[in-house]
């Protein structure tokens, strides 16, 4: 026990004296939430409308209302430079005023009967035609508001407090998952293939060290790293990235544990295949790359076909990554994530009974 002891502060050593440990476990996961934070995807964001006046200024309070719809962004300039601008996609749809137009509130007939020409955008059908039914929207409001219209159906609308979650809600412990399987495939994987390489595990088994002692510091120090990355990204989202985290912080923990056995047993079965770097480098990026990309890291697995769906709940970071999430942001229980755990645990003993069967010293 002693000497394990021993090993695993002898480890902590070895990996913080490396700079590039350093980068690769804290700084690189931070600096991905950090540059995905300035990404909006939370709604369908505004909506380009480019506004053409050839009414001589009749058309000035309808282009008021309009700006007070916050899914709009206006834009106003000739038909010409409007249309120039649609043809090359800045615009979703353009709306041109014809001369004589009148939307007064004053005069109750003259509107009546008139038209606007709006001209949308083919590319983006779907944002331009919802363009069209705000404007349209507009156009009516002020039409009612002059003319009395008996039994008008109004829509009533009552706010519900509810949770504002947003895109770094989804992300971050989408990181915290990646940053687990990195840890795992990538630092077990490129570790001990250079300690193999070096020709350090040979002469550690000529020494009074057992290799299960080696193993356990390794895992133990690998393990309490992924700690640090998980309350390290977690703080910082909370801090200053404004996480909404309502769950526990130690059953993330708990759960990155689970995690880190599956991962670390498919580095350390890695590392005893590979003879060298470059033989790592393409079966980790074989095993990481399909789950960064379609567990559900990055964006809903939602968005993808149904078939491809069924695979990917399968694939071993998919379970923790829904896990970490649902821990995180609904504030679920360990006995909530029972499905995910299990999946964890079988993935953790294939992993495990692979690694021994193939973990060489040499």
Do not use: C
């Not at 001589?56 to 300039?77: M, T």
């Not at 040979?202 to 990355?229: C, D």
């Not at 404004?242 to 759960?255: D, W």
Request: hydrophobic content about 50%; charged content about 15%.
């Amino acid at each position: 026990m002693r000497r394990t002891w021993k090993l695993t502060v002898a480890s902590f050593k070895m990996y913080f004296r490396q700079r590039e440990a350093i980068i690769w476990s804290f700084l690189l996961p931070l600096f991905v939430i950090v540059l995905f934070s300035f990404v909006r995807f939370n709604g369908m964001g505004s909506i380009t409308l480019g506004v053409v006046d050839e009414s001589g200024g009749g058309g000035k309070e309808l282009g008021e209302d309009l700006q007070k719809i916050p899914a709009l962004k206006l834009n106003e300039g000739t038909k010409e430079s409007e249309l120039v601008e649609l043809e090359k996609g800045e615009r979703d749809l353009v709306l041109v005023v014809p001369a004589g137009f009148q939307n007064n509130r004053a005069e109750t007939d003259t509107a009546q009967g008139q038209s606007i020409i709006a001209y949308i955008n083919e590319g983006r059908r779907q944002q331009a035609q919802l363009g069209v039914l705000l404007v349209q929207r507009a156009l009516d409001e002020r039409t009612f508001s002059r003319i009395a219209v008996h039994g008008r159906t109004v829509v009533q609308t009552q706010a519900v407090k509810s949770r504002d979650l947003t895109y770094i809600d989804y992300l971050i412990p989408g990181v915290i998952s990646m940053s687990i399987m990195q840890m795992g495939i990538f630092g077990v994987a490129f570790g001990f293939v250079s300690l193999k390489k070096r020709g350090i595990l040979r002469r550690l088994s000529v020494t009074p060290v057992r290799p299960r002692e080696f193993i356990i510091a390794q895992v133990i120090m690998r393990v309490a790293v992924l700690m640090l990355q998980i309350g390290l990204m977690v703080g910082v989202g909370v801090f200053f990235l404004h996480l909404h985290f309502i769950g526990s912080l130690f059953f993330m923990l708990l759960l990155g544990v689970l995690g880190a056995v599956v991962f670390l047993g498919m580095g350390f079965a890695i590392a005893g295949v590979s003879n060298s770097e470059d033989q790592v480098a393409p079966m980790a990026n074989l095993l990481s790359l399909p789950m960064m990309l379609l567990s559900g890291v990055f964006f809903s697995r939602s968005n993808l076909p149904g078939f491809v769906q069924s695979i990917t709940a399968f694939l071993p970071l998919t379970p923790l990554a829904d896990a970490m999430r649902s821990v995180a942001i609904d504030g679920s229980t360990l006995l909530q994530v029972g499905p995910q755990i299990l999946q964890l645990l079988g993935w953790g003993v294939v992993t495990t009974v692979v690694a021994i069967r193939l973990f060489r010293w040499e």
